[in-house]
């Protein structure tokens, strides 16, 4: 019927076209908001899924968003299974929002794994996905940034980078973060994700190291140097984000009282305005860590190696 063809089967390459809109067909104008369902034909919550996914799709058909209208796909990973390991799918089913600001950058909020999957939720995963891609400036920078913006002693302004690196185990939970930073924050700090792998010179001058990622704060003015190590590649971002927010807050509002930026010559303004004033920002939670799946295994048997095999259910 019309729900089932407002869902999009997706192999490799029509993946790349629309969703990461890139290769020689993609057109730009079409890049909008993709939701993602990542499934096996053998998996049994995924069949349990279809209905739901429907219903989604055809309950966001035609809802204009900041960036867009929202599209509904499906990738098999039994027949593309290069495409779920290029996405680290790991459980049946996943589900992934992919999404691209105005600065050209990429984002994808994944979908929990062990939570219930309603139409609302789902719904809710996506609008707000979108509106956390809308707000976030979280961008990537280079050499030239660097020098000019971010370490030059000149430049004012306090800019939180994250270095990367080719192989990064916890990165992307930490970019992830990141933007919810940026949104939150809402332009009190820069934020910038520099590639050490790309431009490595920068990196050394800068004393990184090669264990990646790193997170590092550089003042507001002044002397930047090597600006101060916020996070390493062993420290959690859902717990130290928020205490970083915290402090951050604290020498913006400083440096705005230094410059008589004072806050409270709006009050009056704001309060006779009440009415027409704009709906209160929304805060966004730090990703909490997926938990680990644990599996008993039957009498007799003994685990062996690290691995371990997720189920889209709860377990």
């Not at 996405?87 to 600065?103: E, F, N």
């Not at 996905?129 to 400036?137: A, K, Q």
């Not at 205490?243 to 010559?265: A, D, F, Q, S």
């Not at 997926?290 to 008993?296: I, L, N």
Request: charged share 25%.
């Amino acid at each position: 019927g019309g729900a089932t063809s407002l869902i999009s089967p997706l192999n490799q390459t029509e993946f790349e076209r629309l969703v990461q809109c890139e290769g020689p067909f993609h057109a730009e104008e079409e890049c909008v908001p993709w939701m993602v369902k990542f499934y096996t034909p053998w998996c049994v919550h995924c069949k349990n899924l279809i209905p739901t996914w429907k219903r989604a799709a055809s309950a966001m058909d035609g809802t204009e968003t900041p960036l867009g209208f929202v599209r509904f796909g499906a990738v098999n990973c039994e027949t593309d299974r290069r495409l779920c390991n290029q996405h680290a799918i790991k459980g049946y089913p996943t589900i992934h929002l992919y999404a691209r600001d105005a600065k050209g950058q990429d984002h994808i909020e994944k979908y929990p794994l062990q939570s219930s999957k309603t139409v609302d939720k789902l719904i809710d995963h996506a609008v707000k996905g979108i509106r956390l891609t809308h707000e976030s400036t979280l961008q990537t920078i280079d050499s030239f940034i660097m020098e000019k913006n971010v370490t030059n002693s000149e430049s004012t302004g306090l800019w939180i980078v994250m270095f990367e690196g080719y192989s990064m185990s916890r990165g992307n939970s930490l970019k992830a973060s990141l933007r919810r930073m940026s949104a939150n924050m809402n332009g009190l700090a820069n934020f910038g994700v520099f590639h050490c792998g790309k431009e490595p010179k920068v990196c050394e001058q800068q004393y990184i190291g090669k264990k990646f990622p790193v997170l590092r704060m550089y003042p507001y003015k002044g002397s930047k140097g090597t600006g101060e190590t916020l996070l390493e590649r062993d420290d959690d971002p859902h717990a130290v984000l928020p205490i970083v927010e915290k402090v951050v807050r604290m020498c913006i509002e400083n440096i705005e009282t230094e410059n008589g930026l004072m806050k409270t010559l709006h009050e009056d303004f704001e309060e006779e305005e009440e009415e027409e004033s704009a709906p209160p920002r929304v805060q966004y939670e730090y990703p909490k860590p997926e938990p680990p799946v644990r599996y008993v295994l039957p009498d007799g048997v003994r685990a062996s190696g690290g691995g371990r095999f997720i189920s889209g259910g709860n377990a």
